[in-house]
């Protein structure tokens, strides 16, 4: 074991020094860097493509910038051309054609025209951007953007061949380069970024080394020797911040890093001019300990390192300084080189850098700190500590020791660094005991064998099996898996170590592990890392970087600074990748108060899902929104919609924001086109596995179909219950519904020949979506007396405007309120084009079926749609319902009373009843009395859910109606016999045929047939007739017949006693008022004028006359009792009489009595036309008529 130790440590120390050595001797000129110079792409045959030790790794994203001219105007030309080994597709490239750019991406052409051809001897920059999550690629022309061609694609293909100028290809491991579209002309900075830069980015970062691929010998090869790149004047960038990544010898007794670090600040103070500033120096440990382990002498430049151990320290250093005022970059680099170039002398030692290893480079930001920073990423590095600071992706090595060098494209090479790298282990672990708590056992073998070799393990988890016997040796068995983390310089000779020490027995007291060579397998794995985004939370933007599995990011926060906000790169035990876990944000205070704070938040490709967590956090918690918080919160939505693909769960978060809105007391009408077109792009957007997937909230509801255009038959969507504040359900038949469909909420059916506009010969499926929301405050009502009945329902097909169906759709909607049957109903449809955000229009809808509690509309689009009640004609609101019950009922009770009080005084007091007036009174006091006590028992009865009850209750209601009505117009007809054909009537048993025709139910019940008896429909808590050819003929009909003659005869009857009056002189004026004023009152109870008011119930007087009907309606009774009991002279005489003693009492009211008979006997008028023997009833009802009229009147 310790053999094998000891080979891979000299393993590791001969790959270092190889690495260091390799830096110096291909160094060539001081300065490594070709800024400031170009490469000459004409002549002799010279080619430059990336070095085979620079390798592109796998990006999900990337920037990529070049600088070129063309000399002479060949119609084809080359920029660069980037292929994966052995494949002829271009990966990624651009060439050009005349007037035209292509661009090469995953292999496939993408064209971009141009306003003219590239201008010859001018340089010119194009930047291409590309990002795997936003599926955008995006082509920039010297910092203007060009054009935006979106582009699917998982991730850019590693390890590929890159050629500049020329494409190529490699055949046979030979590198053909392909002559003919060569670029005439020269090249220079070109530049691979591992992220997308935005527009400002590129222009703002024009003079910064890229992090994938430089513009550096270090990245580049030449076919010939004499391809060299040349100075060019023009080449002019400047700018001030710069990196230096070097090695640094030391020749101290210090070993104290602080100690060498002052030493270091001291070499940069001395040596600088005063334009240069150090911001922030990163030291490693020492490496002389790896070359001392070689057990021999290696000469490093001019150094001896011996046995004995005494040589300089040698140190990985990273500075980072800027220049002031910023300079040409490749100025700035010979300046640099020169500097510190010869060694420095202190008092404490003597420093030089490593000639060959230091390279300057321009950076986009600096560190202020001088100590580790927060978080860098990867290999090769130089660190302090834990700490890793990237150094250039791409390093050369010379030519000659190219063979002692790994391939870099082999998943085990580690660039000849110490790195982290990760294993999956799965193992049989056989136990000769049965432990208490195995799995604790098994970790802590592990960790005992593991760790002391730099190892760690991760994700544990242990599945235990059955015994098995051994050699009479009872053995239990456990299969575990595992992660192992390793600082390995080589893969496969880590695996070797890790199934090494794990196969050995481990001996604990008497607890004996082991695991069998064949019981275990060690696979390496590659878990990537955390990528970089930023992420907007309620303590506002943290732009997590980049991060390896198992470390932690370090964020400020961005309101308090002070504090720091953390979130671990974690490797997944399941999936084998890293993976972020939730941000630790506990010391970060919220930046984000409100929804006006939303406007601080740009929205990503990156960021997008936060974002919508965000704002449901934000409007879940409202009651009342204001226009300009819901303008910031749909703006917000729709920039998410726009640039980020729509995942389920994003999609419901969204719906979920929307029926919060649709909830808050908030006007909408202006935002409903905002909060549609949201809808419909989350629907059109959405990626989901399935044919259908569906979206319910409470007030909506979003179904979605990818239908196979070949098998269309139809389709129905439909709702089949929904109450308030809860999610609608939804149901989805692959059929079309011809007839009106029964049962559902509201539903929609689409026709087959719908198919007819669903793209042809297109691999996608035409998606349909269907919505459904209730109406709510979102849909504006129309200003021409119409509201919205229903709730709303819509169909739509992406991207496709479906219009002028040869066969409609159906839409069935359940009214939100019962109406009449002489409501006016229409079918409509949301125009999103009309001007003020949207209305309601008509056109290519007609209505197709309704009663009173469904609508059902054919129309030839699809569209949302929904049926408009006459709001003149439209139920009261349900506060108001409420009131005029209370009223009804308390009116129908009073009434009941003082008509039971009338009945009972005309009939106890016989000289009340004499007459033919008193006797009319009486029938009509019955029948309203009747009627009356029906009503207030008529909801009582009917929630006795029986049949046969609510008919007969329907019924009696139907006979007391209209025998009450029939009594009013009895009273008229008296009124009219007694004022106006006083002499010329003669009816023989003429209070018998009244009362026959009175309460004589064939008379109106002829109408009452087996249709008219049934009582309304469950949801009603009223029996009453329900055939509308019964109600109107013997209800209303009726009821109009006797008001109208009952109006007739109120006028006359108001004139005659008008000309009465004339010829009495009256005392007062003012009492005659009061007497004209209670004479109509009287009248207009009587004869039951109050019931026309329902007629006068239209558009915003409804309600007013409403209220006055049944107020005025209900107390009927009680009014007629007033005028007609109370109020009567004679009535107050007989009560005093039978009633009243002592004072009360009358002292002789027999003088009253005979007044009356004189009275009655006071007028005598003959008829010609009336025979002698009918005289005496002639003479009755003139007598009495006219002696009950001057009651009235006195």
């Not at 009360?1144 to 003959?1166: A, F, H, I, M």
Request: proline letters at 4%; aromatic letters at 10%.
């Amino acid at each position: 074991m310790q053999m094998k130790m000891d080979s891979i440590r000299v393993h590791m120390s001969i790959t270092t020094w190889l690495w260091i050595t390799s830096l110096h001797m291909c160094s060539g000129s001081p300065n490594l860097s070709y800024w400031g110079r170009k490469v000459s792409l004409m002549g002799q045959p010279c080619y430059w493509q990336l070095s085979d030790r620079c390798v592109v790794p796998e990006l999900k994203e990337l920037s990529v910038c070049i600088t070129f001219q063309r000399d002479l105007g060949t119609s084809d030309w080359t920029a660069f051309d980037y292929k994966q080994r052995g494949k002829l597709s271009v990966e990624l490239g651009l060439t050009g054609s005349r007037k035209q750019l292509k661009v090469w991406l995953f292999g496939k052409e993408n064209t971009v025209d141009l306003v003219e051809d590239l201008a010859l001897h001018q340089w010119h920059t194009i930047c291409l951007t590309w990002s795997a999550t936003a599926k955008k690629l995006q082509v920039y022309l010297n910092d203007s953007s060009l054009k935006e061609i979106h582009i699917n694609g998982s991730q850019l293909a590693g390890c590929g061949m890159l050629t500049l100028g020329v494409s190529h290809n490699v055949l046979g491991g030979v590198m053909n380069y392909e002559t003919g579209k060569e670029l005439m002309g020269s090249a220079t900075l070109f530049r691979m970024w591992s992220r997308v830069l935005a527009g400002t980015e590129l222009a703002a970062l024009r003079c910064v080394e890229g992090d994938v691929v430089r513009w550096s010998q270090r990245d580049w090869s030449k076919s010939a020797s004499y391809c060299q790149a040349e100075p060019d004047s023009n080449l002019i960038c400047e700018w001030q911040k710069y990196e230096i990544a070097m090695i640094v010898s030391i020749e101290s007794k210090l070993q104290e890093k602080e100690k060498l670090k002052i030493i270091l600040q001291n070499w940069f103070k001395d040596t600088f001019h005063s334009n240069i500033s150090v911001h922030g120096i990163f030291i490693s440990s020492s490496r002389q300990q790896l070359d001392l382990e070689l057990g021999e002498q290696l000469e490093v430049q001019g150094s001896r390192v011996s046995s004995n151990g005494t040589t300089a320290q040698r140190y990985d250093c990273l500075v980072h300084v800027e220049v002031t005022p910023k300079k040409d970059v490749w100025a700035v680099q010979e300046e640099i080189q020169r500097c510190l170039s010869p060694p420095y002398h202190h008092a404490d030692g003597v420093v030089k850098a490593i000639p060959g290893s230091l390279t300057v480079i321009s950076v986009e930001e600096l560190s202020n700190n001088t100590e580790s920073p927060l978080h860098t990423t990867g290999p090769p590095a130089l660190s302090t500590a834990s700490t890793t600071v990237q150094l250039p992706s791409c390093t050369s090595v010379l030519s000659s020791v190219a063979k002692e060098i790994p391939d870099l494209c082999n998943p085990d090479y580690t660039d000849g660094f110490f790195q982290d790298t990760f294993y999956r282990v799965i193992l049989n672990a056989s136990i000769n005991i049965t432990p208490t708590n195995p799995e604790n056992s098994i970790q802590n073998w592990l960790n005992v064998t593991l760790n002391p070799n730099h190892m760690t393990v991760l994700n544990f988890v242990m599945t235990p099996e059955l015994p098995i016997s051994e050699k009479f040796l009872i053995l239990h068995r456990y299969t575990c898996t595992f992660h192992v983390q390793a600082q390995s310089l080589n893969v496969t000779e880590t695996k070797k170590l890790i199934v090494s020490l794990l196969t050995k027995p481990y001996t604990t007291g008497s607890e004996f592990i082991e695991v069998l060579p064949g019981h275990i397998n060690v696979s390496h794995i590659a878990p990537g890392s955390c990528p970089d985004h930023d992420q907007h939370t309620l303590q506002g933007l943290f732009p997590w970087p980049k991060t390896e599995p198992q470390e932690t990011a370090i964020v400020l926060c961005e309101k308090n600074q002070l504090e720091k906000a953390t979130r671990f790169c974690k490797l997944d035990g399941m999936t084998d990748i890293a993976m972020w876990e939730p941000p630790d944000l506990s010391s970060c205070e919220r930046i984000v108060d409100g929804i006006a704070d939303l406007d601080k938040v740009n929205v990503t490709a990156n960021n997008s899902g936060e974002v919508v967590d965000l704002i449901g956090s934000l409007v879940s918690n409202q009651t009342n929104l204001s226009h300009s918080e819901l303008d910031t919160v749909l703006n917000k939505l729709e920039d998410v919609v726009a640039i980020s693909p729509i995942s389920p769960n994003m999609g419901e978060n969204i719906m979920e924001i929307l029926s919060d809105i649709l909830h808050c007391k908030a006007d909408l009408v202006s935002f409903t086109n905002k909060i549609l077109g949201v809808i419909e792009s989350v629907g059109d957007q959405m990626d989901f596995n399935g044919e259908t997937h569906n979206m319910t909230v409470p007030s909506m509801a979003l179904q979605l179909v990818n239908v196979n255009s070949s098998q269309f038959r139809g389709l129905t969507f439909g709702v089949s219950s929904f109450t308030s504040d809860n999610s609608p359900q939804i149901f989805v038949n692959e059929t079309f519904v011809e007839k009106p469909f029964t049962g559902a909420v509201a539903s929609i059916s689409l026709p087959s020949v719908l198919e007819n506009f669903f793209p042809q010969n297109n691999t996608v499926r035409p998606r349909i979506q269907f919505q459904f929301f209730d109406s709510g405050g979102l849909f504006k009502n129309p200003h021409d007396n119409m509201t919205l009945n229903t709730y709303v329902v819509s169909a739509s097909v992406t991207n496709i405007n479906v219009s002028n169906l040869h066969q409609p759709t159906i839409i069935t909607l359940r009214h939100l309120n019962r109406v009449q049957a002489q409501d006016q109903r229409m079918c409509v449809y949301w125009d999103v084009s009309k001007s003020g955000g949207g209305g309601w229009e008509s056109q290519g809808c007609v209505m197709w079926n309704t009663d009173d509690f469904q609508t059902t509309c054919q129309c030839n689009h699809l569209t949302h749609f929904g049926v408009l009640l006459d709001v003149s004609k439209a139920p009261i609101s349900e506060l108001d319902e409420q009131i005029l019950v209370i009223l009804s009922f308390v009116g129908c009770g009073l009434s009941s009373v003082f008509l039971g009080v009338t009945l009972l005084t005309y009939l106890a007091f016989e000289k009340l009843r004499q007459d033919y007036p008193s006797k009319i009174l009486i029938n009509l006091c019955v029948a309203l009395l009747g009627l009356n006590l029906v009503f207030l028992v008529n909801s009582w009865l009917a929630s006795f859910d029986s049949r046969g009850l609510c008919v007969g209750v329907a019924a009696i209601q139907h006979f007391f109606v209209l025998a009450s009505f029939t009594w009013m117009g009895l009273e008229a007809l008296h009124m009219y016999f007694a004022l106006v054909k006083v002499f010329n009537v003669y009816v023989p048993s003429y209070i018998l045929k009244l009362c026959a025709f009175g309460w004589d139910k064939d008379i109106y019940g002829s109408e009452w047939d087996e249709d008219s008896q049934n009582p309304l429909q469950d949801t009603s808590p009223f029996c009453w007739v329900q055939n509308d050819n019964a109600f109107y003929v013997s209800v209303m009909g009726f009821i109009i017949l006797v008001l109208l003659c009952n109006m007739s005869v109120f006028g006359v009857v108001l004139i005659q006693i008008r000309r009465m009056q004339a010829n009495k002189i009256s005392s007062s004026s003012t009492s005659g008022l009061a007497h004209d004023l209670r004479v109509v009152a009287s009248l207009t109870f009587l004869l039951g004028l109050t019931w026309i008011l329902p007629f006068f119930s239209w558009g915003m007087a409804a309600i007013v006359f409403t209220y006055l009907f049944a107020i005025l309606n209900t107390l009927q009774g009680f009014f007629i009792f007033i005028f007609h009991c109370l109020m009567k002279e004679n009535v107050q005489k007989q009560w005093r009489i039978h009633l009243c003693c002592g004072p009360l009492r009358p002292k002789d009211y027999s003088d009253w009595s005979r007044s009356v008979t004189g009275e009655g006997r006071g007028r005598q008028v003959r008829s010609p036309s009336v025979k002698s023997e009918d005289t005496s009833s002639m003479r009755k009802i003139s007598d009495t008529s006219i002696s009950s009229v001057n009651q009235m009147i006195a």
